[in-house]
């Protein structure tokens, strides 16, 4: 299983000021170094984090590759076909969240999210589709032909009670079955931790956990190259070949 790692509150913490510091070029250069799979970000309709000129500066200096979260907007697509990221998650995106609370409605917005997959497959970028761990979903993520999706996995982490936390776990493992068997790349994440990530590692077939909030934290403490290299070390210590 690999790790791709969300660089965006390296920009909170720049935006928080409105400096030049910290890099998120340092940031996403170190990542690689410490042993991340793929350098997440997610430019949002309101700049709050990354800015268009990030994406632009990082793009030509990544050696992995890119992996780029975005609303389903016109704006946002016209901007991932210019800046040509190796990936393209799509995410639901609404002003007041704070993060990205829940997968997108694939039923409800079929018609505007297959478009928005179209024209970013035909830019020749592999799209990925942020979704709950729901079959419903999965079934249409197959009808808009798309290669990839990322299973939500913020409701199995902000669980407080046990047996809540199981059920969405499993909800998890059976949209990951499913999507597998049906020929999809399945990655996962949103809220994972160092506590809680070991039982989502333990799913078989997920190709890559997407996460950021919690090595930012750590790294407070430990410094950012260990921090990723410690969650690397958890991912790969559990992963069920
Ligand atoms: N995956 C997706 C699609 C996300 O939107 C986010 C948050 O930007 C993450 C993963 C990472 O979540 P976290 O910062 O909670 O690790």
Redesign the pocket.
């Known amino acids: 299983m690999l790790l791709g790692v ?1 660089i ?2 390296i920009a909170t913490i720049r935006e928080a000021r409105g400096t030049n510091y910290p890099s998120v070029v340092k940031a996403a250069l170190d990542a690689e170094k410490a042993g991340a799979d793929s350098i ?1 970000l ?1 430019l949002r309709e309101d700049r709050r984090h990354m800015q268009d000129q990030d994406l632009y500066e990082l793009k030509p200096l990544l050696t992995t590759k890119m992996n780029l ?1 975005l609303a389903p907007t016109d704006e946002m697509i016209e901007i991932a076909l210019d800046v040509q990221p190796q990936d393209v ?1 799509l ?1 639901p995106e609404r002003r007041e969240e704070r ?2 609370e829940g997968g997108l409605d694939l039923i409800k917005n079929y018609n505007l999210l297959k478009d928005a997959c179209d024209r970013l497959m035909a830019g020749g970028i592999r799209v990925s589709l ?1 979704i709950a761990p729901d079959i419903e979903q999965i079934e249409k993520a197959i009808m808009m032909n798309v290669p990839v999706v ?1 299973i ?1 996995t ?1 409701h199995y982490a902000n669980f407080k009670d046990r047996s809540s936390k199981l059920k969405e776990l499993n909800n998890i493992k059976n949209a990951v079955d499913f999507a597998y068997k049906a020929g999809l790349v399945v990655n996962a ?4 931790h160092y506590d809680n990530v070991k039982e989502i590692v333990e799913i078989k077939n997920i190709k890559e956990l ?5 090595i930012v934290a750590e790294a407070l403490f430990i410094g950012w190259e260990k921090a990723i290299k410690n969650m690397k070390k958890i991912i790969t210590m559990n992963t069920i070949k």
């Open positions: 969300n965006d509150h997440t997610h979260e998650c995410v993060t990205t942020f990322e939500h913020g994440g949103h809220g994972l997407n996460i950021g909030h919690s």
